[in-house]
């Protein structure tokens, strides 16, 4: 059972970049495909970033060219370097596992809040 804790969250004015981490333990994230959520009050949660275990990415149309998502297995950590931050961007983010792409995500992190403001 893999446990997965976010950090890296906080108050930026637009324009600015922010740095998420995302500390797995109890499983090696080697063995894991890993994404990225986020979710704004009122909102659906969404699928923001993914990134395989052969390093295939995917992102979601608004962020494309202003996020990347990464993962460094020998730290057992994955990353989302969030880049020209606007305020739509607000929303508690979250990571997430699973074994493959058709499989659910079954793992998650407890959020951290990312607050932009204009």
């Known amino acids: 059972q893999v446990q997965l804790v976010e950090s890296g969250g906080g108050l930026v004015q637009a324009g600015r970049s922010l740095r998420l981490s995302c500390a797995a333990s109890g499983s090696r994230i080697s063995f894991y495909e890993m994404g990225w959520f986020r979710q704004a009050p009122g909102n659906q949660r969404e699928l923001v970033a993914r990134?395989?275990?052969?390093?295939?990415?995917n992102y979601e149309e608004s962020v494309k060219g202003r996020f990347t998502v990464s993962r460094d297995n020998a730290k057992n950590t994955m990353y989302l370097q969030m880049n020209s931050l606007k305020p739509e961007d607000t929303a508690v983010y979250y990571c997430?596992?699973?074994?493959?792409?058709?499989?659910?995500?079954?793992?998650w992190g407890q959020g951290t809040q990312v607050t932009v403001s204009s």
């Open positions: 997430a596992t699973r074994y493959g792409s058709t499989w659910s995500w079954a793992y």
């Open positions: 990134v395989t275990t052969g390093g295939t990415t």
